[in-house]
C-alpha cells in the first residue's frame, strides 16, 4: 500500500492551496485518512481527518480555513486550505487506516509567505 501526497508549494499569505492523497495497492478496506503536519522543530500534530462515512474533525487553528474531504471511488483525500496563514508552513502527512494497519505519505512541503 502507499500513499501519494501532492499539491504542496510555495503560497503568500492569505493564498489557498489543495493537496491530494491517493492511495493504491492491494486495498480492500480503508477507514479514516486523515492530515498531519510537522513544523520545524516542532512534534507533528493532526490537521484534520475524515471517516469512510465522511465524519469529520479538524484542529482549532484550521477550523473555518481548511477542509478535508475524499472520493471512496479513487481512494483520495483531499485538503482544501484558504486564507493561509504563514504559521501554517510544514510537511503535510496524509495517513489512512487501510487493511487494518496504518500508512503514511512521503510528505508534502507548504510554504506560506508573509
Known amino acids: 500500500v502507499q500513499l501519494v501526497e501532492s499539491g504542496g508549494g510555495l503560497v503568500q499569505g492569505g493564498g489557498s492551496l489543495r493537496l491530494s492523497c491517493a492511495a493504491s495497492g492491494g486495498i480492500f478496506s480503508i477507514n479514516a485518512m486523515g492530515w498531519y503536519r510537522q513544523a520545524p522543530g516542532k512534534q507533528r500534530e493532526l490537521v484534520a481527518t475524515?471517516?469512510?462515512?465522511?465524519?469529520?474533525n479538524y484542529a482549532d487553528s484550521v477550523k473555518g480555513r481548511f477542509t478535508i474531504s475524499r472520493d471512496n471511488a479513487k481512494n483520495t483525500v483531499y485538503l482544501q486550505m484558504n486564507s493561509l496563514k504563514p504559521e501554517d508552513t510544514a510537511v503535510y502527512y496524509c495517513s489512512g487506516y487501510i487493511n487494518f494497519q496504518d500508512y503514511w505519505g512521503q510528505g508534502t512541503q507548504v510554504t506560506v509567505s508573509s
Open positions: 475524515i471517516t469512510s462515512g465522511g465524519s469529520t
